[in-house]
């Protein structure tokens, strides 16, 4: 059984990105058949980090971490534990964590990417006339005991509950709710869709979060405000419902209910897609957009 230390910053579900599934994931698999030490959700700072993780996990085997400085001191006292760094998608936009963690990695440490497109990323960046870490894949984790498909009758029985009528075609956005992840053109093919005659009901679930698309130099646009506006002016008040973040079993409910998943994102880095997954445990078919691994 191997002494394996969990480095990470406190983080809720309710936060609904994939950087949470990827760690509570995880963090559920390991406690299996390991020991596992988790980073207490008191400690923040990189500075107070790096000072536990000295004090703490001389005895770790291996330590899992997206900051690879913490294990400096550690290395500097004759640790010869490994390092597993999570890239997450962060390799498409620079690799700062990459970068950043260059010098304190060895060739005994490990890459973990989430898509094969990231690890090709990570092969192209490094020399390969010196010793680097290996890179390993290993998806983002979907648990199929919660997201599965219903029987027919308890799919009209949600349909009614969700007030989706008999002619209605169906669909489904859930996630974060930022400007790259182009809720505008998704209410765009609604519109022309009605334009041609299809009834169509669309459910857009999630959070919204004015945060900062840095390859877009968009910023604090109020981005409820103007989907609002958006549905306004294309007529579509009666046919989008807005739900807030939903439990995973509120979640597979809603799959169950509607005809197809839509995600037009338009961001470089998507490296996984995970909620398009959920939706196809649950037996949804998916409509993505040719970006990143989607």
């Given amino acids: ?63 899992i971490s997206n900051y690879p400085e913490i294990v400096y001191t550690l290395r500097e006292n004759g640790w010869k534990g490994k390092l597993i760094l999570p890239i997450l998608g962060n390799l498409p936009r620079g690799g700062a964590w990459l970068r950043r963690g260059a010098p304190y990695l060895t060739s005994e440490d490990i890459i973990w990417c989430t898509s094969t497109s990231d690890q090709l990323i990570y092969q192209n960046l490094i020399n390969h006339d010196y010793p680097h870490p ?5 998806p983002l984790q979907v648990d199929t005991n919660r997201f599965y498909p219903f029987d027919y009758n308890t799919k009209l029985l949600l349909r009614n509950e969700l007030g989706i009528k008999p002619d209605e075609f169906s669909l489904a956005y859930t996630g974060r709710i930022t400007v790259e992840k182009n809720i505008h053109s998704i209410l765009e093919v609604v519109y022309l869709l009605q334009r041609s005659g299809k009834k169509i009901k669309l459910f857009i679930v999630g959070d919204f979060f004015d945060v900062f698309f840095y390859e877009h130099r968009v910023s604090g646009i109020k981005l409820r405000e103007r989907i609002e506006k958006l549905v306004k002016s294309y007529g579509l008040s009666n046919s989008v419902v807005y739900k807030p973040w939903l439990s995973k079993d509120k979640l597979n ?42």
């Fill in 1 to 63: 059984m191997a002494k394996i230390t969990l480095v990470r910053k406190s983080i809720k579900e309710t936060d609904q990105g994939s950087v949470y599934e990827a760690y509570s994931n995880l963090e559920y698999s390991l406690r299996l058949e390991h020991d596992l030490i988790l980073l207490p959700d008191n400690i923040h700072s990189l500075s107070d980090i790096s000072n536990w993780v000295t004090s703490t996990c001389e005895n770790s085997d291996i330590i």
């Fill in 134 to 138: 290996e890179s390993v894949v290993l």
């Fill in 253 to 294: 409910q809603l799959f169950n209910a509607v005809d197809a998943f839509v995600n037009l994102t338009f961001h470089h880095d998507e490296n996984f897609g995970l909620s398009q997954v959920e939706a196809m445990s649950a037996g949804l078919p998916v409509v993505g957009a040719l970006l990143g691994v989607v």
